[in-house]
């Protein structure tokens, strides 16, 4: 998994609450177990509307996209921060997020990012007040988002999370990393084979 450090990139205002992850990437889309190709699926029925914010040329190339409260709700599904990733962003910003689409991006090395309501707003104003696009720049070392205004808040993750992340760790990696003492047992415990 790609590790994440620091980002800056365009941020993309979705300025709605309650984002369920059957909007983020309907069912049709899970059919595949790749990560690859499902961006062409994320809010697959909101694109049709022309005036969509990501419609629109000026968020094409957002890396960060900000949100309102209880982002991810609704089923469980994986494909949800990567359909995003494969969209082209690396961190979504909101004042909270639902457990299962939180711990998935965290396994997936895409960065869920609660900032209080009214940081979240603040991005919200700077966004439409900029005439070109707005950029943030995340950085987890600092756990802080910040801009080149000096606007900057600070964001809570925990040590874990935030070590895997920045050393790219998914939960195969994690596990590789004892792969001498997994030998070992194997090896102090062999399984007869079977046919």
């Known amino acids: 998994?790609?590790?994440?450090?620091?980002?800056?990139?365009?941020?993309?205002?979705?300025?709605?609450?309650n984002v369920d992850t059957d909007q983020i990437i309907p069912k049709?889309?899970?059919?595949?177990?790749?990560?690859?190709?499902?961006?062409?699926g994320l809010f697959f029925d909101w694109r049709k509307d022309p005036?969509?914010?990501?419609?629109?040329?000026?968020?094409?190339?957002?890396k960060i996209l900000v949100a309102r409260a209880n982002f991810g709700c609704g089923s469980s599904r994986e494909h949800a921060?990567?359909?995003?990733?494969?969209?082209?962003?690396?961190a979504v910003i909101a004042p909270s997020f639902a457990d299962i689409f939180r711990n998935n991006?965290?396994?997936?090395?895409?960065?869920?990012?609660?900032?209080?309501?009214e940081e979240v707003e603040a991005i919200f104003q700077a966004i439409?007040?900029?005439?070109?696009?707005?950029e943030l720049t995340i950085d987890l070392t600092t756990q802080t988002v910040s801009d080149s205004a000096g606007w900057s808040a600070r964001f809570e993750i925990g040590e874990f999370q935030k070590k895997c992340l920045?050393?790219?760790l998914d939960d195969v990696a994690l596990t590789l990393m004892h792969e001498?003492?997994?030998?070992?047992?194997?090896?102090a415990h062999p399984v007869p084979y079977r046919f």
């Open 166 to 168: 920045l050393e790219g």
């Open 51 to 62: 005036d969509f914010v990501l419609n629109r040329p000026r968020y094409r190339e957002a």
């Open 128 to 134: 439409e007040h900029h005439e070109e696009a707005y």
């Open 180 to 187: 001498k003492e997994i030998a070992a047992y194997e090896a």
């Open 1 to 17: 998994m790609q590790p994440f450090v620091k980002v800056t990139g365009v941020v993309a205002p979705l300025d709605r609450v």
């Open 81 to 90: 921060p990567w359909a995003l990733a494969d969209f082209g962003f690396r």
């Open 28 to 40: 049709q889309f899970l059919k595949a177990v790749v990560r690859t190709g499902l961006g062409k």
């Open 105 to 117: 991006s965290l396994k997936n090395g895409f960065l869920p990012v609660i900032l209080k309501e």
